[in-house]
T-cell receptor, first 114, second 111 residues
Framework: DTEVTQTPKHLVMGMTNKKSLKCEQH?????MYWYKQKAKKPPELMFV???????INESVPSRFSPECPNSSLLNLHLHALQPEDSALYLC?????????????FGSGTRLTVV | QKEVEQNSGPLSVPEGAIASLNCTYS??????FFWYRQYSGKSPELIMF????GDKEDGRFTAQLNKASQYVSLLIRDSQPSDSATYLC???????????FGDGTTLTVKP
């Protein structure tokens, strides 16, 4: 299995809602990442988990809350988002944090905040 | 100065031509360099990585790295319409596990 699976593919939520994005990989990768990508912009790093521990938080607002329950699973909990948070949210994994190999990206969740 | 800069694009080449995509980076200690392809509405896909000076070839793709000039490029030979996409250069800095992405160059291959 060489895939990173993200669910849901599309999500529309109100500003008072609570929702979660899910990411799963079964490649044995020990580093997992959340990226945010706006239209015609490069992916922007949000969080890095290495061996299930949060290694990097790129000063992301607390309305985004990551969780790594085990080595295969990564969640992003969303609460009280703003319309400007609408974007493509990408999960990625790599064999280990800092390894040379590059990332495997999931297909993303397209989030719209109304 | 941006950490990773790419040709502003868009770049348009005829089918069968060589497409040349360029990327410069500011951190002289950068160690690893990646090229991702992203089709419109899709997620990025890793197509090549390189970490030693020189050329690395994979099928129609060649990555070239010159650390002295802080320059990495991607050549696509025999370009096909299916190569039309945005190409993202990513650089991993010294002792940093994360990569920094350039803004991308959009390539259009015209039949």
């Amino acid at each position: 299995d060489t895939e990173v699976t993200q669910t849901p593919k599309h999500l529309v939520m109100g500003m008072t809602n609570k929702k979660s994005l899910k990411c799963e990989q079964h490649m044995g990768h020990r580093a997992m990442y959340w990226y945010k990508q706006k239209a015609k912009k490069p992916p922007e790093l949000m969080f890095v988990y290495s061996y299930e521990k949060l290694s990097i938080n790129e000063s992301v607002p607390s309305r985004f809350s990551p969780e790594c329950p085990n080595s295969s699973l990564l969640n992003l909990h969303l609460h009280a988002l703003q319309p400007e948070d609408s974007a493509l949210y990408l999960c990625a994994s790599s064999p280990a944090f800092g390894r040379e190999d590059g990332y495997t990206f999931g297909s993303g969740t397209r989030l719209t905040v109304v | 100065q941006k950490e990773v800069e790419q040709n502003s694009g868009p770049l348009s080449v005829p089918e069968g031509a060589i497409a040349s995509l360029n990327c410069t980076y500011s951190d002289r200690g950068s160690q690893s360099f990646f090229w991702y392809r992203q089709y419109s509405g899709k997620s990025p896909e890793l197509i090549m990585f390189i970490y030693s000076n020189g050329d690395k070839e994979d099928g129609r793709f060649t990555a070239q790295l010159n650390k002295a000039s802080q320059y990495v490029s991607l050549l696509i030979r025999d370009s096909q319409p299916s190569d039309s996409a945005t190409y993202l250069c990513a650089v991993r800095q010294t002792n940093a596990g994360k990569s920094t992405f350039g803004d991308g160059t959009t390539l259009t291959v015209k039949p």
